[in-house]
């Protein structure tokens, strides 16, 4: 299996461009999370799909960013407009919750690190 | 939201030391993971615990879920240059799937 796939692996954009992640999920795992790190605030979750549906968004900055996941192999993450602030490496990662186990172990992506500019 | 508190934040050590990372929360956790991570790549699963009390063993890493399944700690014995790394524990909310991420602990093993 090759894991959880995410391009690009880096991204350099200047303030006000549009920056879109990509990620593909282990084949068969029906949860997907995006996960933003920084030094300051460390490993931060964005917002999670199951079964390709948004479950919680609460952890979405603002409007300038949204996620989607048209299908259970590919999810994105878009900045529009992007600014400095939002410069960190951004993780993908899926899991697969199926009983009688109850625990979500996640497999995480390389990351993509954005910077801007 | 439960938050995790992980210390120490950082630690240096030289090769062949024993090691203590803990994680707090006042919250209880229905399970808990801890993972490392490396430089330029994603976090990496190392165990889940899932049982107040329960012990853990890989290798030279022994994990333990406290009683009440608030805590959790990871010791580390003999530590060797390849431990080195970014430790993180993470607890599953008791009501949903979502995990909460301590802040990690950045340890470094000296040769």
């Known amino acids: 299996d090759a894991g959880v796939i995410q391009s690009p692996r880096h991204e350099v954009t200047e303030m006000g461009q549009e920056v879109t992640l990509r990620c593909k999920p282990i084949?068969?795992?029906?949860?997907l999370f995006w996960y933003r790190q920084t030094m300051m605030r460390g490993l931060e979750l964005l917002i999670y799909?199951?079964?390709?549906?948004?479950?919680?968004d609460s952890g979405m900055p603002e409007d300038r960013f949204s996620a989607k996941m048209p299908n259970a192999s590919f999810s994105t993450l878009k900045i529009q407009p992007s600014e400095p602030r939002d410069s960190a490496v951004y993780f993908c990662?899926?899991?697969?919750?199926?009983?009688?186990?109850?625990?979500?172990?996640?497999?995480f992506g390389p990351g993509t690190r954005l910077t801007v500019l | 939201t439960q938050l995790l508190e992980q210390s120490p934040q950082f630690l240096s050590i030289q090769e062949g030391e024993n090691l203590t990372v803990y994680c707090n929360s006042s919250?209880?956790?229905?399970?808990l993971q801890w993972y490392r991570q490396e430089p330029g790549e994603g976090p990496v699963l190392l165990v889940t615990v899932v049982t107040g009390g329960e012990v853990k063993k890989l290798k030279r890493l022994t994990f333990q879920f406290g009683d009440a399944r608030k805590d959790s700690s990871l010791h580390i014995t003999a530590a060797q240059p390849g431990d080195t790394g970014l430790y993180l524990c993470?607890?599953?909310?008791?009501?949903?799937?979502?995990?909460?991420f301590g802040e990690g602990t950045q340890l470094t093993v000296n040769p």
């Open positions: 919250s209880v956790f229905s399970s």
């Open positions: 799909f199951n079964n390709n549906v948004p479950i919680d």
């Open positions: 990662a899926s899991s697969l919750l199926s009983p009688p186990l109850s625990y979500n172990e996640q497999f």
């Open positions: 084949s068969g795992h029906d949860y």
């Open positions: 993470a607890g599953q909310e008791t009501s949903g799937s979502r995990l909460t």
